[in-house]
């Protein structure tokens, strides 16, 4: 995703109050006063009890995403004499509410660090049902992933094999590994780009697969399961994923003849719409053109059709959040062709960064109302002292949008809680699910204490200004193992 990409201004909607299905968690609507209602609470009800900024996630859709991927994934691969495991990737937002929702579903998880290993493990997830990647895992974290006994450790570089190996070794077991590589394959949104190299720090090239594989297998404490490729994020069809399947499929058929290879993981990346220009394919055909390259590519090589293995994590969390926010300050600023409403919130590029970062696109409604107000032009600014803290860009509001508005961004579920920082010293906003007509704190929110509290020069109730050598030091300072 680029991380400039100009400013697009949708086109002026006919009704700035309407919550485009697509876009906005299934179920979403009005009520009698205007007010958006989310898994059938309203939004002034959650910002009254739990303030704002606040990310809202909507349990049953998250649950109805989960198990739509996992059946749509798993019948393709079964109409090709296969199956599929799905595992939810943790990174788009992990606490122990979605490892449990996604394990009830039926979804298996995928972590990319400690901290993400301890909360799934945490929260109980089976850790035979846990795939452990990273480009740079420590040996610490390997060492915790093999005795937690995760049913996987994705190995990232050659240097990784024999950590993995000693590891395992080390502790009595023999540890199921993937090799990730890199296909060359790269793919955004609609378009992909076929390389015969990709200048990225993830994986393996393909062309040294079949020599790592063979020295996995030399391994006795390693189990070999199979070749594991992500091509990228927010891709809307098939075509990235098929090109991705059939270079892999040709060094699998070489690994497959010399000894048997069960999986092949064909990683995440399904896009889902955050504005109404974003238009998916859904995942039923997605599903079904992946598994009809596969089942080519397999008679093409002659080898049987292995088991297939896929990491959602933008498509099963993203659409099922919003982030309200209550508007602060209001400025129109003159452009070169008209006015634009700067409505200024109370979070920001600290609770969501995608758009500084990658130039995303969202959508924003006021949360509170509904207004006959003719649509004006805005751009949602956060709070922070930046002036690329913008959280959407460019859409319509109703143009009396007014301070003390409370506004909703749509389809936050993914990467917002997650890439979450405390610029300016922002407390990180709280998670509530909702779910028919009921509100819970998933995740608390930052106060201003949790910030004073790991300054080390600020005396805490009962700690005192704790030295560098005390236990609680060391721990507040991330000083485990993880
Ligand atoms: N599997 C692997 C190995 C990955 O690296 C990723 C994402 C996924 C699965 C899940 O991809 P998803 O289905 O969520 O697209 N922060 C960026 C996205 C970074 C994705 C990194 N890897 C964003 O906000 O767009």
């Known amino acids: ?93 992990l606490s122990a509410a979605i ?16 901290g993400e290993l301890a909360i799934a493990l945490a929260a109980g997830a089976d850790p035979a049902r846990i795939g452990f990647h990273g480009n740079n895992k420590s040996v610490a974290e390997i060492e915790r992933a093999v005795a937690a006994g995760v049913g996987a450790i994705i190995i990232d570089s050659e240097i990784e094999i024999e950590r993995v190996a000693h590891a395992a070794a080390a502790a009595g077991r023999v540890q199921r590994v993937r090799l990730r590589v890199n296909s060359g394959v790269h793919a955004s949104t ?21 020599e790592f594989g063979t020295r996995i297998r030399a391994h006795a404490s390693l189990d070999f399961l199979g070749l594991h ?21 040709a060094v699998h058929a070489e690994l497959a003849r010399l000894a048997p290879l069960p999986e092949l993981n064909l990683g995440g990346g399904f896009g889902i719409a955050y504005t109404e220009a974003d238009d998916p394919a859904p995942i039923e055909r997605i599903a079904a053109g992946i598994a009809r390259s596969v089942e080519a590519a397999c008679r093409v090589h002659d080898v049987p059709v292995p088991k297939l293995a896929f990491e959602p994590g933008r498509s099963i969390v993203g659409p099922a959040g919003i982030t309200l926010y209550t508007v602060g300050t209001i400025k129109p600023v003159p452009t070169d062709d008209g006015w634009r409403h700067y409505v200024s919130v109370d979070g920001g590029m600290s609770d969501n960064a995608r758009t500084a970062l990658y130039g995303a696109a969202y959508t924003v409604r006021i949360a509170s109302r509904a207004s006959d107000a003719p649509a004006a032009l805005v751009r949602v600014a956060g709070k922070h002292c930046e002036s690329g803290d913008i959280v959407v860009d460019a859409d319509w509001l109703p143009h009396d949008v007014a301070p003390g508005d409370l506004v909703a961004v749509a389809a936050t579920g993914a990467y917002c809680w997650s890439l979450a920082s405390n610029y300016n010293h922002q407390p990180r906003p709280a998670v509530v699910a909702v779910r028919d007509g009921e509100a819970r704190v998933i995740v608390r929110g930052e106060t201003e204490a949790d910030l004073l509290a790991r300054d080390a020069g600020i005396a805490a109730p009962g700690v005192g200004a704790a030295g560098p050598e005390t236990s609680d030091q060391a721990t507040a300072t991330g000083g485990t193992t993880a």
Request: aromatic share 8%; with cysteine.
């Open 1 to 93: 995703m680029a991380s400039s990409a100009p400013s697009v201004v949708p086109p002026a909607p006919a009704d700035p109050n309407a919550l485009a299905p697509a876009v906005w968690p299934e179920g979403a609507r009005r009520d009698e006063h205007g007010r958006l209602v989310v898994g059938g609470v309203d939004a002034e009800a959650l910002a009254a009890r739990f303030g704002t900024p606040l990310y809202v996630l909507d349990e049953r859709v998250v649950r109805e995403r989960a198990a739509r991927f996992r059946t749509a994934l798993d019948e393709a691969a079964r109409s090709i004499g296969s199956e599929a495991t799905v595992y939810y990737a943790g990174k788009a937002f």
């Open 99 to 114: 490892v449990r929702w996604v394990g009830e579903e039926g979804l298996s998880v995928d972590v990319c660090s400690g």
């Open 190 to 210: 609609h378009e992909f780009l076929a390389t015969a190299h990709e200048d990225q720090k993830f994986g393996v090239p393909l062309s040294r697969a079949v």
């Open 229 to 249: 490729c992500h091509i990228g994020s927010q891709i809307f069809d098939s075509a990235g994923f098929a090109e991705s399947a059939e270079r892999l499929l």
